[in-house]
Nanobody, 125 residues
Framework: QVQLVESGGGLVQAGGSLRLSCAAS????????MGWFRQAPGKEREFVAA????????YYTDSVKGRFTISRDIAKNTVYLQMASLKPEDTAVYYC??????????????????WGQGTQVTVSS
């Protein structure tokens, strides 16, 4: 099992920045990729960004390209999501996820085996 704990959410004005962190514990040697998803009220959970764990290949949804950066610290078993130029439409609960088997098709929730509890990000206009 892998446990994931997110932190770093909060309230920020439009145009501001936040950095989310997700610390993994447990069977971290099994992690093949990690990702960030978000879910706004009344909407489905959507892919935001992902990184393969060993090589560090990154993927982003179009709406955050150029504004968000995903990175990982293997020694700390932590993945980060640096968010800049935030918009009100970025408001959502952000979830960290880890896969123990996938390094491709990381935009799909079904590719992940473990999920964090979520952290709220609110962007005011």
């Amino acid at each position: 099992q892998v446990q994931l704990v997110e932190s770093g959410g909060g309230l920020v004005q439009a145009g501001g920045s936040l950095r989310l962190s997700c610390a993994a514990s447990g069977r971290t040697f099994s992690i093949s990729a990690m990702g960030w998803f978000r879910q706004a009220p009344g909407k489905e959970r959507e892919f935001v960004a992902a990184t393969t764990w060993r090589v560090g290949t990154t993927y982003y949804t179009d709406s955050v390209k150029g504004r968000f950066t995903i990175s990982r610290d293997i020694a700390k078993n932590t993945v980060y999501l640096q968010m800049a130029s935030l918009k009100p439409e970025d408001t959502a609960v952000y979830y960290c996820a880890a896969s123990a088997r996938a390094t491709t098709l990381l935009t799909f929730t079904s590719r992940y085996d473990y999920w964090g509890q979520g952290t709220q990000v609110t962007v005011s206009s």
